[in-house]
T-cell receptor
Framework: NAGVTQTPKFQVLKTGQSMTLQCAQDMNHEYMSWYRQDPGMGLRLIHYSVGAGITDQGEVPNGYNVSRSTTEDFPLRLLSAAPSQTSVYFC???????????FGEGSWLTVV | AQSVTQPDIHITVSEGASLELRCNYSYGATPYLFWYVQSPGQGLQLLLKYFSGDTLVQGIKGFEAEFKRSQSSFNLRKPSVHWSDAAEYFCAVAPGGNEKLTFGTGTRLTIIP
């Protein structure tokens, strides 16, 4: 009963380093998305995908890249990390006919 | 664009007392509305959702919410809270079936004995 799996759960980066947050779902969901959560701001949409090979920007896309080569995976890349990207990141998915969005358990990222 | 307002940043309730968390939304049509709960250090768990039909929605853990179109509200209620309900609660809105959720800023619930 894996659902949406995010790795790593915790990461510390130095400013300027790059890294990829992994997200995988085993529910054959077409839609996947990435959110970031900051204190007092709720969750904000970074990027989303409506299917393999299709991605689009959300509310706060700057500094992040995504790709969707398979239905199962939706990695989020930080090319040059900045302290402003210190946040908790959540991956989510849903199927094309359902309206319930399933969230992963989050990835805590600190950029120093 | 849609938006969500949760006017209460922090609420403290005695165990066994009733609870109401407020949520107001802004959206041109009938939105899809959700309530999520997040325990410290954990991900988000869906409590309940409203898409259409009966405006009183039942969810998990004894929670319910009522959609009031005239007030653009979707308040969450529980008749008797338990210590395990202490968490942060998020209201969210999505335009019909879209995965682009817009979240409120959350309400932190503290339960006192």
């Amino acid at each position: 009963n894996a659902g949406v799996t995010q790795t790593p759960k915790f990461q510390v980066l130095k400013t300027g380093q790059s890294m990829t947050l992994q997200c995988a779902q085993d529910m054959n969901h077409e839609y996947m998305s990435w959110y970031r959560q900051d204190p007092g701001m709720g969750l904000r949409l970074i990027h989303y995908s409506v299917g393999a090979g299709i991605t689009d920007q959300g509310e706060v896309p700057n500094g992040y890249n995504v790709s969707r080569s398979t239905t199962e995976d939706f990695p989020l890349r930080l090319l040059s990390a900045a302290p402003s990207q210190t946040s908790v990141y959540f991956c989510a998915s849903r199927d094309i006919s359902g309206n319930t969005i399933y969230f992963g358990e989050g990835s805590w990222l600190t950029v120093v | 664009a849609q938006s969500v307002t949760q006017p209460d940043i922090h609420i403290t309730v005695s165990e066994g007392a009733s609870l109401e968390l407020r949520c107001n939304y802004s959206y041109g049509a009938t939105p899809y509305l959700f309530w999520y709960v997040q325990s410290p250090g954990q991900g988000l768990q869906l409590l309940l959702k409203y898409f259409s039909g009966d405006t009183l929605v039942q969810g998990i853990k004894g929670f319910e919410a009522e959609f009031k179109r005239s007030q653009s509200s979707f308040n969450l209620r529980k008749p008797s809270v338990h210590w395990s309900d202490a968490a942060e609660y998020f209201c969210a809105v999505a335009p019909g079936g879209n995965e682009k959720l817009t979240f409120g800023t959350g309400t932190r619930l503290t339960i006192i004995p």
